[in-house]
């Protein structure tokens, strides 16, 4: 089965002392035959310009690796990105609210995903607060672009359920949703074609999504879509 | 041979199903599990004893399904009825404390008398563990109480640093693996500090997918002796379950 990754994360946590090296990533790429979208935890943490251009270096050195581009809306210079310019270089846009503690009635998110969606870059969101995915689904119902979400914990089951079905444009990561039914049931409710796999590579490891995709009580198609079917759809057939 | 020594039956918000004995069987089928060590959600969650008794009535429909009594000091006297009702039930083979939905400390001195009469019914005390804090109150225990075995759920969770170096000072302390903090490194630096000998399979089923666990002890890229270990031949040593030692020899 191959894979394709929505939440592929090199660099350093400061709240651990994990060091999710490119070496291990790569790794991972090998085993799992996964590709995916990648970004540089400094762009999280530290500056987001700064992580930018590691990401990009990273990107460039593995063609399996989409460089997603982040933005702190807590910056006042996040008003001034040149949206054309950066769907030249990214894949995609990547936020991190949960671990950057901002909002996503933050009033300068609304005009950053504006402002990617015009661009044509796809959103991915690290989400992990309870409320998250409904304001992430008021997002996505004001762009025209994919709305991924990743990182979402199995408590936000009902929430994610409701969020997806308020916003056709909202996809959701499946990675953390461990519940023992919780894959079947997003993808009863939902479609798979709304789910796509997630691991967090190399901060985390990808065993348990892996295993969860692998195990899971739904039909090859589905499997098929969530590993990477949806994920060409959204990114070209090339993957 | 799988053993799952952190296992729960009851009903979970993350759910869109209730739990039933039949669709937990149908789970430890699926999932080839030979035995399951399990704590009622809603003792957990709610009730002691009503709770308990849940899980005394599921032990009953499958051999391959044991008890832990659940503690909570707040409900003192009826924790001790139970210990001392379950405690002599041969298919009641540990106690559980969930300390965070407990609103109490392990290391709180009720809760430490519920503690010392499972250790004198030869229950080992299976502990959720989840920070800093949880961990230090359960090295206290293990202070106070050496000769108990004592198992921290989730390694601590995002304390699964300290709850290595605190299973490195006492012995009696292990670790379980599953946790919503997969980090890569965590179940091999157990391994290698304390061996595999002190290091367990749980799978949080049925709040999770045996799934989950499963992929974070395959991703640890763990050799299969040790792999084996952790699966399910070091509970045999603790846990009155199949090929593990009976009572009288504990």
Redesign the interface.
Known sequence: MRLFDFSLLVGTDPR???VATEE?LVRYLDAAGAGGIVVSLAGAYYYYEAGNDETLKVAARDGRLLPGMTVDPRRVESADVDWPAAAKKFRALVLFPAMQSWHLSHPAVAAIAAGAGAAGLPIVVHVARSGDVGGLSGLARQVKVPVVAVGI???A??EVIAGAKAAGNLLIGMS?F?????LE?LVA?LGADRIVYDS???R?????????L???EIDGPAREAIAIGNARRIFGGAL | MIIDIHAHFGE??????RDTPERFIR?LDR?EIDASIVSSGRAILYDVTSGNEEVALLVERDPRIYGAVVINPHHHDASMADLDCYGANGRFVAVKFHPDYAGAPADSPLNITLIRRAAELGLPLLLHTWGDAEVESAAAVARMLPEMPIFLFHMGGNAW?LAITRAREHSNLNLEIVS??????RIRQAVEVLGAERVFFGT??????P??????????GLDEDDRLKILGLNAMRFFRVPGGRPKETR
Not at chain 2, 12 to 17: F, P
């Open positions: 651990s002392s994990a291990a914990a199995y408590g089951l009902s953390l461990g519940g023992l039914d919780n049931t409710r967090g590579e190399a985390f490891t990808h065993g348990p999504a892996l295993k969860m692998e195990a899971a | 979970w918000l993350s759910s869109s199903r789970v999932f640093r919503t903090i997969p980090e890569p490194l949080d089923m049925t709040l999770f997918t799934a989950y666990a499963l992929g974070l002890l395959d991703a640890a």
